[in-house]
């Protein structure tokens, strides 16, 4: 069977082809994105208006390309799985809007994907897991720890109570006047950084060790930068001290919750996924205890369609399609 | 009026005891730095409303998140936007409606300054003390710092 893959729920625009024969058995053909940030750094964040009116233009290039680039035409795929949430309303509806069009001028079924539950089964993409595993998610809008018990089923076992550790990364990269997207800013300045030179409080959300909260930091480093201990710092060694707080803060609670769970595998992945020093801590920490991080390549861990068509594939293959009056949900959850 | 607060907890305490004046159809406008606790005020005034502080979170990625509590709470973060007009994002719809209204970064609005409204303007003053000033703009806001007021003498008294 193959499945387009169309996504476009916050500044990326991304399409994807993928051949599948069976529950998560799947080859990616083709898996494009059009992305935004050139546009989106001038203001130093993403411009909900900008981004789908961009979307608008870019959806069906996009998706030409992706299919181009397999190889294929529209006439040989067999079903769409779109987002249609969690995301910025107005991005959602290009892409929503655009697969609906494809799927009633075509006759091809489509289904409706939550965008969580495609970075959960991007890990599938290219390594073969078993389930249960654990997964968690990192980006600029999310941070939750899931256990992916089967296609279809996810539980969670914690989330933010505050601010995602994206936006954490985002913010402090603008308090320190470093620019956007301040995740790939930071990772590059820590480098150069000693992060022992300056102690960032770590945040424990009381009577929930499953649970994280970013606000803190941020608050944090704000205040450090207005104290004179602040002013003497160097950009890499605070960005470092910085860094090595969110990474902390991310790596404890999932490993307690592979530990609580009994989990073997624990799956990172969302657009945080791309942080070196997280991902070597967290495989570090993992290995230290007998259990195997997988975390995705780095075109797999920020959006992409690859993941939706997975995350739509099992529910085409049994047949499914969704109705045309569907709607997109800005606060999409996944079933409990 | 102008508050100091200690710590977030004081912050989220004031917070709630104005959602205890609240009776739905307000705008609560918040303006301050990275960091300096308008999410956190915005905590303890959906505590005040019968939420629980954790499905507050930061909306700076939805931009709007909607909680049914005593009264409908619209959250509203403008961070990711320089300017912002009424008409972009539905916001007329959100800002004066039956519900409370509670913008972060009201600033970042182009119309902001001619809408009646309470105003709270958060600044650090030291590590985790802050300034917090609250103004009335139109009549029926100054009458809620007064009632605000007198709360605070009572606490002081």
Known sequence: ?336 | MILETASPRETKAWARRLASLLKGGELIALVGDLGAGKTCFIKGLGRGLQLREEQILSPTFTMIQEHRGRLPLYHIDLYRLERVGLDDLGLREYLFSEGVAAVEWYDRLSEGEAIERLAIQIRFAAANRRTIEIVGIGAPYRAMVERLRSRQNLDEA
Not at chain 1, 121 to 145: C, D, K, N, Q, W
Not at chain 1, 172 to 197: F, Q, T, W
């Open chain 1, 1 to 336: 069977m193959l499945i387009l893959g169309i996504e476009s729920s916050c500044d990326d625009a991304a399409a994807a082809v993928l051949e599948t024969t069976q529950r998560g058995v799947a080859t990616v053909l083709a898996s494009t994105v059009a992305n935004q940030d050139d546009i989106h750094r001038i203001y130093g964040g993403i411009v909900p208006e900008l981004a789908s009116r961009n979307h608008v233009v870019t959806i069906q290039p996009v998706i030409e390309r992706a299919l181009a680039s397999a190889g294929r035409s529209l006439a040989e795929i067999d079903g769409i799985a779109v987002t249609r949430g969690p995301g910025l309303v107005g991005s959602l509806l290009v892409g929503l809007m655009y697969a609906k069009g494809l799927a009633q001028a075509t006759g091809l079924p489509w289904v409706g994907v939550n965008h969580i539950e495609g970075h959960l089964l991007a890990p599938l993409l290219e390594h073969p897991i078993r389930m249960p595993y654990l997964a968690l998610v990192v980006s600029g809008g999310h941070t939750a720890l899931f256990v992916v018990e089967d296609f279809g089923r996810y539980r969670k076992l914690g989330a933010t109570r505050d601010d995602a550790a994206g936006e954490a990364f985002d913010k402090v990269a603008k308090l320190m006047g470093l620019g956007y997207p301040g995740g790939k800013i930071i990772d590059e300045l820590s480098r150069a950084g000693n992060h022992k030179c300056v102690r960032i409080p770590r945040a424990r959300v009381k009577g929930a060790p499953l649970d994280f909260s970013f606000s803190g930091v941020k608050t944090a480093v704000a205040s450090l930068l207005r104290s004179e201990a602040g002013a003497g710092l160097s950009q890499p060694d605070l960005a470092a001290s910085f860094q090595e707080a969110v990474v902390e803060m991310l790596v404890r609670p999932t490993l307690a919750a592979a530990r609580e769970h009994d989990l073997e595998t624990i799956a990172l992945t969302g657009g945080v996924a791309a942080n070196s020093r997280l991902r070597d801590s967290l495989a570090a920490a993992a290995a230290n205890e007998g259990r195997r991080l997988v975390a995705p390549s780095f075109k797999y861990c920020t959006d992409n369609a690859a993941m939706i068509a997975l995350a739509g594939s099992y529910r085409l293959l049994d047949g499914a399609r969704d109705p045309l009056d569907l709607d997109a949900e800005a606060n999409l959850t996944l079933p409990q």
